[in-house]
């Protein structure tokens, strides 16, 4: 019982920054400072159009509560650690990569291109090497939902190499 | 009777029982699958329901959240993995029945209890719906403000995560909805220079990728989990004995989850974890909990079902989903025009009655579905996350761009996708973030009005005897769950 316990408390014998509440903390604090920084360039309306508060009051708001919420579960981590999270697995990794390479070609190619490359980027990479399932996630169904927008929802999507076949 | 009338109103359209039929088995579909739910699905399918008419889009999302609700219990019976959260309790007793050669009779009872605890939140809501529009006349827009703030509150005890992170969540989705341009004074807030972000961050992107991007995500990283299915001949309905057994636990399960579904931000995960320890409560058998108790699978899948219901009743009669997948609603409903509130229930009657008689119907249709289809919407946990994720990734992109036909609502989704991840892996829950976001305009909008009204003087909500009520009720929902985590050592 106790070695499952010391197992989960691992995380309580790493230096401070190591640990996952201090990263979280950290992390949590860093993004919210940085915002809260940021309303302060907001404009600001003069009284007389001015409706209760100033726009950069209610946004500050919510980031000093949501600082001062944080400080308080970090000071509660001294008490009771946060349990060690086991590592990502390398297809975790591979899927963001996979989120990159979509918005890169997405952005450079094609929409659907970059669809049917994370589609079988993913499905290769989470262990899928049949030919026919790998066509089917990449091709046929990305096909079959583009018609289906294209033709019902009477979408256009962005313009690319392989959607201009289309529509010119 | 005119009420009545209306409500069959769905039973007479061919078009709308066609589209309760097709959203029934979508919905079962979604909550058989682990990771999905009629919250994703709903998020989903709300850019399809453009070419339909109002009432036709409501009525597909609400069938799709009555019975992706009910599916949820299916997988948790022959899996042990809940369909939906709100299916987590109904793994405790429905999978060790299923281990004992009982599946069918496991299944039966979770379809049973999942159709009366649905059909009585139906009647909850066609009597209480109107009563709560009616005292919204009083409300103004102090009330209002302190309404939303009780809904935020609330947010602290939401399912299994801790009540200062939740806050957290909502608090951080409150500020999404800050982003762009003020909606007062036209201000730029948090656009940094970008124009697609002064309309604001939608809600569709958001929902989509805290839920199916970060599951997919999740998914990643559990590739080599094995699931032990168990064997399911056919659902049998309960026998007298179990009946007798289960009655009175059916009854009170949905009696809570009406209750709980009621409460704003609440919803089936909650009410679930309180059906199933009041079932054990009461029970005369509480040792036969965890080992395959009937009164167990009812305790927990009538409260879950009856939580649609009555989170229907604060969405239509105020405008404050009762749960996340209600917030979906909620923004179908805005994104078709349908204002919800008092005025709703006055000048159109007809469309309201329309979706109580659909939910009514749908908890039928998926009774009959669940009896004699259950075994093959099993088959469906046996499509491989390799092929079924990427497909979900398609759908999501292209249903994400089609509402404002902007790659910017992609990244956006991506980018909600990967946080959505990381908030879950450091016991985040994801569903305040949604909650925070669909009440951010009104707490903000509130706030200031009440501001200009009181003309400075803060102290004058303290003058409202309704906006006092919900102040002490928010403190007591702040409360209730720090006392009940520091109890049990789980404040963070």
Known sequence: ?168 | MDNLILMMAPLFSSKLLLVLLFGTLFGLVLGVLPGLGPTTGGALILPFTMTLDPLSAIILLTSIYCAGTYGGAITAVLINTPGTPAAAATCLDGYPLAQKGEAGRALGMATVSSTVGGIFSVIVLVFFAPILANLAYEFGQPEYFALAIFGLTMLASIGDGSPIKNLIAGAFGILISTVGKDFMTSIDRFTYGINELSVGIGFIPVVVGLFAISEMLTQSTLLDQVFKRVALKAVKLPTKDDYKKTWKTILRSSGIGSFIGVLPAEGGTVASLIGYSEAKRFSKNPEEFGKGSVEGIAGAEAANNAATGGAMVPTLALGIPGSATTAVILTGLIIHGVRPGPDLFKEQPEFLYGIFGAMLVANILFFIFGFFGAKIFARITLVPNKILWPMIFAVSVCGTYSLSQSIIDVWIMLFFGVLGFFMRRYGFSVVPVIIGLILGELVEGTLRQSIVIFDGNWLMFLTRPIALTFFILSLIALAFPLIRSKKNKKII
């Open chain 1, 1 to 168: 019982m106790n070695n499952v316990r010391d197992k989960k408390r691992a995380n309580k014998s790493l230096p401070f920054f190591f640990r996952t509440e201090f990263k979280v903390f950290f992390t949590i604090i860093l993004v919210s400072t940085i915002l809260l920084i940021s309303t302060f360039s907001f404009d600001t309306v003069p009284p007389i159009l001015n409706r209760g508060i100033q726009p950069a009051t209610f946004p500050k708001g919510l980031l000093v509560l949501i600082i001062v919420l944080t400080s308080i579960i970090y000071y509660l981590s001294f008490k009771r650690p946060w349990k060690k999270e086991k590592n990502l697995p390398k297809p975790f990794f591979l899927t963001i990569i996979s989120f990159i390479l979509f918005i890169i070609i997405s952005k450079t190619l094609d929409f659907f291109l970059a669809i049917a490359v994370l589609s079988v980027f993913v499905s290769y990479y989470w262990g899928e090497r049949r030919i026919f399932y790998l066509l089917l996630v990449s091709i046929i169904f990305p096909l079959v939902v583009f018609i289906f927008f294209e033709m019902i929802l009477g979408l256009r999507f962005p313009p690319g190499i392989i959607t201009n076949l289309y529509y010119y």
